[in-house]
T-cell receptor, first 114, second 115 residues
Framework: DTEVTQTPKHLVMGMTNKKSLKCEQHMGHRAMYWYKQKAKKPPELMFVYSYEKLSINESVPSRFSPECPNSSLLNLHLHALQPEDSALYLC?????????????FGPGTRLTVT | AQKITQTQPGMFVQEKEAVTLDCTYDTSDPSYGLFWYKQPSSGEMIFLIYQGSYDQQNATEGRYSLNFQKARKSANLVISASQLGDSAMYFCAMPPGGGADGLTFGKGTHLIIQP
């Protein structure tokens, strides 16, 4: 099973709302990632969790708050977002937090901020 | 930091033909890996193939193969006998370098297979 699931698939939120994106994998992977992808652009790395610890924060605004409750779950808490934050948010996991392992991606959450 | 260049924004190919998608990269790391991903219009990124810089042979996975030329710093993806379902965005990617985790992606190539 090489599946990464993400919920919800679509999300529309106002700039004053608080919402969360959820990602789950049951492959025993020890690294999990959040990427942001704007239309017609490549994904951009936001956060990396290695063994449930945040190891990279790519200077992402504090209105995005990641959480890794356990080795299978990854959340992205959203608060006071801006319209420019509208994008496809992709979660991924890899066997180990190193460069030689492929990342498996979920289907993404399409976020619209109004 | 690594730099990945994909010079073909879009390509049209006849069904059943072979297609080569270009990828060049720049890195100062002595050891590195290169990945290719496919992204259909649905949005999910699908892993296709991996090439390690010290691998003796070019990677192959079914209809996908990598034309890896280390001296030229290129890792072109070759898709043999293209199918309509191959229509998608294709991204070349590699870790950021310096031991950092995650992937840095090229700008991608939009491949359209025509019947």
């Amino acid at each position: 099973d090489t599946e990464v699931t993400q919920t919800p698939k679509h999300l529309v939120m106002g700039m004053t709302n608080k919402k969360s994106l959820k990602c789950e994998q049951h492959m025993g992977h020890r690294a999990m990632y959040w990427y942001k992808q704007k239309a017609k652009k490549p994904p951009e790395l936001m956060f990396v969790y290695s063994y449930e610890k945040l190891s990279i924060n790519e200077s992402v605004p504090s209105r995005f708050s990641p959480e890794c409750p356990n080795s299978s779950l990854l959340n992205l808490h959203l608060h006071a977002l801006q319209p420019e934050d509208s994008a496809l948010y992709l979660c991924a996991s890899s066997q180990e937090p190193a460069g030689g392992y492929e990342q498996y991606f979920g289907p993404g959450t399409r976020l619209t901020v109004t | 930091a690594q730099k990945i260049t994909q010079t073909q924004p879009g390509m049209f190919v006849q069904e059943k033909e072979a297609v080569t998608l270009d990828c060049t990269y720049d890195t100062s790391d002595p050891s590195y890996g290169l990945f290719w991903y496919k992204q259909p219009s649905s949005g999910e990124m699908i892993f296709l193939i991996y090439q390690g810089s010290y691998d003796q042979q070019n990677a192959t996975e079914g209809r996908y193969s990598l034309n890896f030329q280390k001296a030229r710093k290129s890792a072109n993806l070759v898709i043999s006998a293209s199918q309509l379902g191959d229509s998608a965005m294709y991204f070349c990617a590699m870790p950021p370098g310096g031991g950092a985790d995650g992937l840095t992606f090229g700008k991608g190539t939009h491949l359209i297979i025509q019947p």
